[in-house]
């Protein structure tokens, strides 16, 4: 079993819409959550960062943890065509190992 | 802050000659740095985890003596592909983590090799 399952998608959704990015763990010790934004022929950039269980918000962004069921997911509200990119989410245990989803390509359809 | 820079940002080298690609923290002292591997519409390869002042830690499947890794500084770690040839072209990224608890990793711009 993986350390961190995306869906790979594509996941298309038209610009204003709301898309919806899923990620399972599963190790349950794990403490930090990160999910990166990868542009193609580009590296990850971080976007949002969680901890604990609930919800995050960051601007259009919206991390949600659910420790109980091992998922992470992000919310995009208002999607524009410049957050077509693949998503990346990370798992850390100790803070010195980080476990990386294959990834979801998302595409914004104007 | 947490800035990581990575050099250089493209090279194309001949097959058998060695490519030398830095990672540096600019704004803080990264303990452990990572060295990724991706190849076109593929995920992240982790290759190997480097650690200053002692041994990179390779992951299954990674030639040590094909990929240097070296970590002499805290705020520096070089990847070296040896004797490189076109099977070997790729993006390769660093990546650091600033040593406070629960905190990301930052990565470098990446660097895309091609062997010709």
């Known amino acids: 079993q993986k350390e961190v399952e995306q869906n790979s998608g594509p996941l298309s959704v038209p610009e204003g819409a709301i898309a919806s990015l899923n990620c399972t763990y599963s190790d349950r010790v794990s403490q930090s959550f990160f999910w990166y934004r990868q542009y193609s022929g580009k590296s990850p950039e971080l976007i949002m960062s969680i901890y604990s269980n609930g919800d995050k918000e960051d601007g259009r962004f919206t991390a949600q943890l659910n420790k109980a069921s091992q998922y992470v997911s992000l919310l995009i509200r208002d999607s524009q065509p410049s957050d077509s990119a693949t998503y990346l989410c990370?798992?850390?245990?100790?803070?010195?190992?980080?476990?990386f989803g294959t990834g979801t390509s998302l595409t914004v359809i104007p | 802050g947490a800035v990581v820079s990575q050099h250089p940002s493209r090279v194309i080298c001949k097959s058998g000659t060695s490519v030398k690609i830095e990672c540096r923290s600019l704004?803080?002292?990264?303990?452990?740095m990572f060295w990724y591997r991706q190849f076109p519409k593929k995920s992240l390869m982790l290759m190997a985890t480097s650690n200053e002042g002692s041994k990179a830690t390779y992951e299954q499947g990674v030639e040590k003596d094909k990929f240097l890794i070296n970590h002499a500084s805290l705020t520096l770690s070089t990847l070296t592909v040896t004797s490189a040839h076109p099977e070997d072209s790729s993006f390769y990224i660093c990546s650091a983590e600033t040593g406070v608890y629960n905190s990301p990793l930052h990565f470098g711009n990446g660097t895309r090799l091609t062997v010709t």
């Open positions: 990370a798992v850390s245990h100790t803070g010195n190992q980080f476990y």
């Open positions: 704004d803080f002292q990264a303990t452990t």
